[in-house]
């Protein structure tokens, strides 16, 4: 339990649900639609992504009922994936 006066978000910083893992990609962009989360089966293992214009995406969760699924680096969300042929 943590008692403070200070706000809760200058104590654990800026809650999950107000993440924007493109903040920086969309303002390079200019004004243009946020990309939306794409569902896929990569090798085999459904994944939310985050779809990029190179073809790739950042996986934002693993949607797998096999715990092996969730071990892979490869894709474990954070990291990039190709999805042009999955899509």
Not at 37 to 65: A, F, H, K, N, Y
């Amino acid at each position: 339990m943590l008692y403070t006066v200070m706000p809760i978000e200058d104590v654990l910083g800026e809650p999950a649900w107000q993440m924007d893992p493109y903040a920086a990609w969309r303002a390079s962009m200019g004004p243009v639609e946020p990309p939306m989360l794409v569902s896929c089966r990569v090798r085999g293992v459904p994944l939310s992504v985050w779809p990029m214009p190179d073809g790739r995406g950042q996986v934002e969760r693993v949607m797998s009922t096999d715990p092996a699924d969730y071990l892979d680096p490869t894709i474990s969300p954070g990291s990039m994936v190709d999805i042009r042929e999955y899509l």
